[in-house]
């Protein structure tokens, strides 16, 4: 069985903007590992979120399916028992772990077919949809303990504690799992299932907030790389984005993070830099661990049977347009990294792949490159025959969301109020973006010349026809996909 049936390593950050990494046009940072990846690796020019918030985006990558069909619209709501993810659909045969954060209810359960589990998010036991589950603890509090570190109380989110904790690279969420991952690798060949292919999913928390780490002052924030949008306020742009960069340029900062002592003076160019070196600092970190992993994988002899996929939950403002965090439609936010490595299709050289494609396309590329069944419910599209090259990527459009709910203060009530207002988003395969929204300020971008998004060019009249035509593409996505979001008449 094994020796017909590649393992699959799945390796998923949260919050990693695609310029982070030289595979995307970023010369100063230090990722040697992904930059390693990326040189044997299929480099997916533009691969987009479903929608830009953790539960939603992470529930469409594990299941193949949009957040109108999952249902899960918001953070913090659970996967329906009747939605099958990777875990339920891969061929049977293949033995399943997931490691780390897993945000769709139950996050120290093993469930969804995967065999092996182990978690990190302790604070998620509040929310367990059965009350014996509460008191199944995190392994990530006893990894914590060994070092004399008392884990946060339950109620505490990691954000909000671990920009205080002072952690060494090795304590934070990101080693633990590094030592994981790579024990499991190694360990494998020697255990009762060895004879099984195994699909291992990694999910690390960072580089997500808080932007502060263990390799603070590893980038000079004088020295690092901005775009023409940093920090410049999205004037023709929608309400919800002109509150948010207002509220963060005027000294506001992620309220989850500054209660855990995440605090930065976002009234200035040097304290936006500052945190934006940080953050840039915690993708090094991540970058680390999976060079550990990688190193594992070719210790365990399986390198040459193994499938890699590398990509992230969304991405990261980053002080552009003024704004941090995620939840907008803008590229820094929606648009990822993607990395896979398939050895037979690869001979270890770099292919740099056109055009877009949605993170609704992974389970069938999976289910694809493993002979599994791949269901036709799914929204996704199998990506095989594009790295085969007997198919491309010119005429794909991409879809993308906003839910207009929403799951914890964002800093003011304005902000509040209009974040739930629901968006609507295609990227067409030529590279122009239309965002529609019943209670918004609408947005188009071309993308060819503008690929800041600084013009809006939705109230240009001689626009109008290359709307209309778009958000017919959307209505047609939308009847695909059962969803019934009001569009506003263009």
């Given amino acids: 069985m094994k020796k017909n049936k590649p393992n699959i390593l799945f390796i998923l950050t949260d919050q990693q903007r695609r310029d982070s990494m030289k595979a995307y046009g970023n010369n100063w940072i230090n990722t040697p590992n992904l930059d390693s990846l990326s040189e044997k690796s299929f480099v997916f020019e533009n691969t987009y979120v479903t929608q830009p918030v953790c539960t939603p985006a992470r529930a469409s990558i594990m299941t193949g399916l949009y957040p109108q069909k999952t249902g899960l619209h918001r953070n913090n709501i659970p996967l329906d028992k009747n939605i099958d993810t990777i875990g339920d659909l891969i061929n049977e045969n293949y033995y399943n772990a997931h490691m780390g954060k897993w945000h769709l209810g139950d996050d120290m359960i093993a469930q969804r077919g ?7 998010e302790d604070f998620q036991r509040i929310r367990s949809t059965k009350k014996e589950y509460r008191y199944v603890e995190s392994p990530y509090n006893n990894w914590l303990k060994s070092f004399g570190i ?22 934070t969420q990101a080693g633990f799992l590094g030592h994981k ?16 292919p195994w699909m291992l999913f990694v999910n690390f928390f960072e580089p997500h907030p808080p932007y502060t780490g263990p390799f603070n002052g590893l980038y000079d924030p004088d020295k690092i ?4 949008s940093f920090r410049k306020r999205p004037d023709n742009g929608s309400l919800i984005n002109k509150l948010r960069s207002d509220f963060y340029m005027s000294g506001g900062v992620n309220p989850l993070g500054a209660e855990g002592g995440d605090i930065h003076d976002t009234t200035t160019e040097e304290g936006f830099r500052k945190l934006r070196a940080q953050y840039f600092a915690n993708v090094t970190l991540v970058d680390n661990q999976i060079g550990k992993i990688l190193n594992a994988l070719e ?3 399986e390198s040459d049977n193994t499938i890699i996929i590398f990509t992230s939950e969304h991405g990261e403002m980053g002080g552009d347009h003024g704004m941090l965090e995620k939840r907008s439609l803008y590229e820094e936010s929606s648009n990822v990294p993607l990395l896979i490595h398939v050895p037979e299709l690869n001979n270890n050289k770099k292919t740099n792949i056109k055009g877009s494609i949605s993170q609704v396309d992974l389970v069938p590329t999976i289910l694809d490159l493993t002979s599994s069944e791949i269901p036709k419910t799914l929204h996704g599209n199998s990506l095989v025959p594009v790295l085969k090259g007997d198919a491309n990527l010119k005429n794909n459009d991409v879809f993308i ?26 990227i067409t395969g030529n590279r122009w973006k239309l965002n ?15 690929p800041y998004e600084m013009n809006n060019l939705f109230n240009f009249s001689g626009q109008k026809d290359r709307i209309r035509d778009m958000a017919a593409r959307i209505r047609v996505w939308q009847d695909f996909t059962e969803d019934d979001m009001v569009l506003p008449t263009v």
Avoid at 181 to 193: D, L, M
């Fill in 225 to 228: 790389e901005v775009g023409p």
């Fill in 114 to 120: 995967f065999d092996k589990w182990i978690g990190v």
């Fill in 436 to 450: 529609l929204s019943p209670g918004d300020q609408c947005e188009l971008y071309d993308l060819n010349t503008d």
């Fill in 299 to 301: 210790e365990s002899g």
């Fill in 181 to 196: 991952a790579s024990k499991f690798i190694t360990e494998f060949p020697k255990s009762t299932h060895k004879e099984k």
């Fill in 401 to 426: 969301q906003w839910n207009g709910m929403n799951d914890r203060n964002l800093g003011s009530p304005e902000i509040n109020r209009m974040i739930a207002v629901p968006w609507r988003g295609v």
């Fill in 150 to 171: 008392n884990p946060p109380e339950i109620e505490k989110t990691y954000e909000a504690w671990v920009g205080n904790a002072n952690l060494t690279e090795e304590q």
